[in-house]
């Protein structure tokens, strides 16, 4: 199958390229720049917003199903420029639902994510637990599942919305509580931070996000068209400074009390992910970190 994706030189997009690619299928991907991780692949450039620019290219590859992960993808950045979020998630998220219509193109994964229920304190996240969008950033996000729900509805299209964990690894150019410590510590510089120590969040491998795209894109009929992607295991910052520090014990990791401004999410319930899509996250924290230091190690050896 020829899948169109979005967003193709992100964090996600990116892997699911590879994904894909690897599978046999041929992927073209869309993004407004492009980036030398998928130089290999076939990369177009565009604005989502740009509906003639996206008929072209879904015309000239004869597209059959699209994975829409291209977008503002923080909610910090959501909050620095709402209508820039507004203008890109939503506008842009509509833009493609339109063109699949439009081209007969019934499959769209588009990537939510865990951000539309906002700050609450239930111990577990279903996708029936009452969503409270509380930055521009859920509220785009969360606009684009209701229009995946009206198009399925009313086009008979089959979007699945994937409500995505706080994804880290590779390729990540967003802000990230991972990144930030996992980068001194492979260069071997003690950490000091004032705050952060309490900050928890769900954690996923981008690899077993992108695998939850693809299970997405394979299935068949499912009875509900949201589910939540994540490991259903929710970790403090001074956890992951404790799994770093386990890689770098030579180095000192201090983090002071508070959080970091997300939203505190109870632990996903991830279950119909795996009964209704054959999901299940593969790498435990401690296995994505240490790839992850695996992968800045070698990039900073290739630097130097
Ligand atoms: N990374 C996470 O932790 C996370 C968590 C939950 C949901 N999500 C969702 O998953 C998707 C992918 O996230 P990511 O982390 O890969 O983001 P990313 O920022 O790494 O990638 C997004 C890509 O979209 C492209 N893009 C932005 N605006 C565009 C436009 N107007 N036209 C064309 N391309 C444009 C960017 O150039 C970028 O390459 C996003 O929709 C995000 O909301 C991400």
Redesign the pocket.
């Known amino acids: 199958m020829n899948v169109l994706v979005?967003?193709?030189?992100?964090?996600?997009?990116s892997a699911v390229m590879e994904l894909l690619h690897r599978e046999g299928h041929h992927v073209v991907g869309?993004?407004?720049?492009k980036?030398p991780i998928t130089d290999h692949l076939t990369v177009e450039t565009?604005?989502?917003?740009d509906f003639p620019r996206l008929a072209s290219i879904i015309q000239k590859y004869n597209i059959g199903a699209i994975v829409?992960?291209?977008?503002?993808?923080?909610p910090h950045a959501g909050e620095a420029s709402p209508y820039e979020t507004v203008r890109?998630?939503i506008l842009?998220t509509t833009t493609i639902f339109e063109a699949a219509r439009l081209f007969h193109i019934n499959k769209v994964v588009y990537?939510?994510?865990?951000?539309v229920y906002g700050n609450h304190s239930a111990g577990v996240t279903t996708v029936e637990t009452k969503v409270h969008p509380e930055n521009t950033?859920a509220v785009s996000?969360l606009t684009g599942e209701y229009l995946g729900e009206v198009y399925n509805r009313n086009y008979g299209m089959n979007v699945i919305s994937l409500?995505?964990?706080?994804?880290?690894g590779p390729?990540?150019?967003?802000p990230?509580p991972i990144k930030s410590l996992l980068e001194r510590a492979v260069n071997g510089l003690d950490i000091d931070d004032a705050k952060g120590a309490d900050q928890q969040l769900e954690f996923i491998y981008v690899k077993d996000?992108a695998l939850g795209v693809y299970k997405a894109l394979q299935a068949e009929k499912c009875s509900s068209s949201i589910f939540n992607i994540g490991t259903g295991v929710n970790t403090k910052m001074n956890e992951v400074a404790a799994v770093i520090k386990n890689l770098y014990p030579n180095i000192s990791i201090k983090i002071g009390p508070g959080d970091l401004g997300y939203d505190f999410i109870g632990a996903f319930d991830c279950s119909e992910a795996e009964k209704q899509l054959g999901f299940k996250a593969n790498y435990r924290l401690e296995d994505g970190i240490a790839e992850y230091a695996k992968y800045l190690e070698e990039n900073k050896k290739s630097k130097s």
Do not use: E, P, W
Not at 6 to 13: E, I, N, P, Q
Not at 111 to 115: D, I, P, Q, T
């Open positions: 979005t967003g193709s030189s992100g964090l996600v997009g869309f993004d407004q720049r980036s565009g604005d989502l917003c829409h992960s291209g977008g503002i993808s923080h890109t998630n842009g990537l939510s994510s865990g951000a950033y996000k409500r995505l964990a706080f994804v880290y390729n990540r150019f967003m990230d996000a």
